[in-house]
């Protein structure tokens, strides 16, 4: 399915747990992982959206999720609703164990995203 509508403009938004208390490195790097990953995918399947978020300045806003249900969740309402996803899952070598879920990185039209995002806050 095409993500193209009659919304013009498009954003990534990258959605942290607040819960982990990662430092400003780990938490910089997470996020990075979240950012490469939905570009590479919006880049394998909807090469548009993700020229177009390019050619409008490549918006990312970063917000905080209270825990890992609350990011499950979210990932799953955005992959449902047929957004650009990813879930970081931590390699576990320095600051958290293995495997645990940090941040969900989602492209997709504006309004779109922020109809699943809107009452988050800012990082």
Do not use: C
């Not at 996803?85 to 164990?97: M, Q, R």
């Amino acid at each position: 399915m095409s993500l193209e509508s009659n919304d013009p403009s498009s954003t990534m938004v990258l959605v942290v747990r607040s819960d982990l208390k990662l430092s400003s490195g780990k938490l910089v790097a997470q996020t990075g992982h979240a950012a490469v990953e939905v570009v590479l995918k919006a880049r394998k399947s909807e090469l548009s959206l993700l020229t177009r978020w390019r050619e409008e300045g490549a918006r990312k806003i970063s917000l905080k999720i209270p825990d890992e249900n609350a990011l499950k969740r979210l990932f799953e309402d955005a992959k449902d609703a047929g957004l650009v996803t990813y879930l970081v899952k931590d390699a576990g070598h320095t600051e958290i164990p293995p495997g645990t879920l940090t941040v969900v990185g989602i492209l997709g039209p504006k309004r779109a995203v922020d109809a699943l995002v809107g009452e988050l806050p800012l990082l």
